[in-house]
């Protein structure tokens, strides 16, 4: 039972065009979402992270936007590096425990 | 910034044998710490809540005999793979959980068994 979902695999941008990443999830007791970037044989690295009470934080080239209504979120990186380039998971806390989406691939070319 | 360690990075082992896998928490101290697999290309899927002092909790369909979570300090939790087999040839990764800010989760650099 996937609780949070990336339906896009993969993702190719060019540096210094806007990156969107979309995550969907279902259950409406998550109280926080996270993203992280994530290298193959490495651990999660936390990039930001939204309260379910809000819809929108910004950090830098990072903004996460929430639709609670729609149970969707979506993160976009602006511009895009060519640094960016990595695995990028959704996270969801319920009750301290996090549930992943299955990431999407995100390839910044030059 | 919080810093979690695991050791090893990497084991390589025969079938039949069993695995330890360490988490450390440097430097604060973790009541409560994670343990993830994930399989290529796929997602980090949660195995088990390990409670220092007390019995890990398993998400369903994890076998605990199969997998021993020790937490004996609040800054060591150690995941056991036993009798491996190559099916548990995954990343293993830890987390520890610490209640300041939003992140409240810091991950280990991961270890990569393979069983043959």
């Known amino acids: 039972d996937q609780q949070v979902k990336q339906n896009s695999p993969s993702l190719s941008v060019q540096e210094g065009r806007i990156s969107i990443l979309n995550c969907d999830y279902t259950?409406?007791?998550?109280?926080?979402f996270l993203w992280y970037k994530k290298y193959p044989a490495e651990g999660p690295t936390f990039l930001i992270s939204i309260s379910s009470i809000k819809d929108k934080n910004e950090d830098g080239r990072f903004t996460v936007f929430l639709n609670k209504s729609a149970k969707h979120l979506s993160l976009h990186i602006v511009p895009s590096q060519p640094g960016d380039s990595a695995v990028y998971f959704c996270a969801a806390r319920g009750d301290y425990k996090l549930s992943f989406g299955a990431g999407t691939t995100v390839t910044v070319r030059a | 910034g919080a810093v979690v360690s695991q050791h090893p990075s990497r084991v390589i082992c025969k079938s039949g044998t069993s695995v330890k896998i360490e988490c450390r928490s440097l430097?604060?101290?973790?009541?409560?710490m994670f343990w993830y697999r994930q399989f290529p290309k796929q997602s980090l899927m949660l195995m088990a809540t390990?409670?220092?002092?007390?019995?890990?909790?398993?998400e369903q369909g994890v076998e605990k005999d199969k997998f021993l979570i020790n937490h004996a300090s609040l800054t060591l939790s150690t995941l056991t793979v036993t009798s491996a087999h190559p099916e548990d040839s995954s990343f293993y990764i830890c987390s520890a959980y610490r209640d300041r800010g939003p992140e409240t989760q810091y991950f280990g650099p991961g270890t990569r068994l393979l069983v043959l």
């Open positions: 390990s409670n220092e002092g007390s019995k890990a909790t398993y």
């Open positions: 430097d604060f101290q973790a009541t409560t």
């Open positions: 259950n409406s007791m998550f109280d926080y």
